[in-house]
T-cell receptor, first 116, second 113 residues
Framework: KQEVTQIPAALSVPEGENLVLNCSFT??????LQWFRQDPGKGLTSLLL?????REQTSGRLNASLDKSSGRSTLYIAASQPGDSATYLC???????????????FGKGTKLSVKP | EAQVTQNPRYLITVTGKKLTVTCSQN?????MSWYRQDPGLGLRQIYY???????DKGDVPEGYKVSRKEKRNFPLILESPSPNQTSLYFC????????????FGPGTRLTVL
């Protein structure tokens, strides 16, 4: 059974600091891994999608890496800003057989607070 | 603007009163899905649909129904809601390939008294 874990559950940093959020998964049979951002009372915003054959993806100040063999992904945020404060979720799209689509399996998230 | 919309955004109801949460996307996506988010449990998939008239159960389908009569719409139906269905519900869509990213709606907060 695929399980996704995110550590730490919460993180508080001063503005300007570079930081890393961690995501681990138990089964390497995945199509891809997606990082999301969730603001309080809001929906999920897709940040980055990494296919299982890729090692990393970048968007602006965000860089996500994937090591499928070890079951790990990291989201690196450079020069953090108060506007980055949110909950960050990672989700893996697991491989399923019999013709069905792979479900997204989510971690419980890391709540990030960036202090001015 | 490409988006997934849900209605209503907030709903308070009573046990046993049938309700429908609508979901619509304007991106011509084949794949649509419903998730629920609960504290300590995270997001879990309820049902999904790979295309019109094709639906299947996710991880927590009990107490829910769905239909997919049109490509853009994927309503979630609670025939007889119970308090344990109090949750935050999200609709998502993507192109049919498993390699495509999923886009999420703004969420519907449901309270069943």
């Amino acid at each position: 059974k695929q399980e996704v874990t995110q550590i730490p559950a919460a993180l508080s940093v001063p503005e300007g600091e570079n930081l890393v959020l961690n995501c681990s998964f138990t089964d390497s049979a995945i199509y891809n891994l997606q990082w999301f951002r969730q603001d309080p009372g809001k929906g999920l915003t897709s940040l980055l999608l990494i296919q299982s054959s890729q090692r990393e993806q970048t968007s602006g100040r965000l860089n996500a890496s994937l090591d499928k063999s070890s079951g790990r992904s990291t989201l690196y945020i450079a020069a953090s800003q108060p506007g980055d404060s949110a909950t960050y979720l990672c989700a893996v799209r697991r491989v399923e057989y019999g013709g069905s689509q792979g479900n997204l399996i989510f971690g419980k998230g890391t709540k990030l607070s960036v202090k001015p | 603007e490409a988006q997934v919309t849900q209605n209503p955004r907030y709903l308070i109801t009573v046990t046993g009163k049938k309700l429908t949460v609508t979901c619509s996307q304007n991106m011509n996506h084949e794949y649509m899905s419903w998730y629920r988010q609960d504290p300590g449990l995270g997001l879990r998939q309820i049902y999904y649909s790979m295309n019109v008239e094709v639906t299947d159960k996710g991880d927590v389908p009990e107490g829910y129904k769905v239909s997919r009569k049109e490509k853009r719409n994927f309503p979630l139906i609670l025939e007889s809601p119970s308090p344990n269905q109090t949750s935050l519900y999200f609709c998502a869509s993507s192109r049919t390939s498993v390699y495509n990213e999923q886009f999420f709606g703004p969420g519907t907060r449901l309270t069943v008294l």
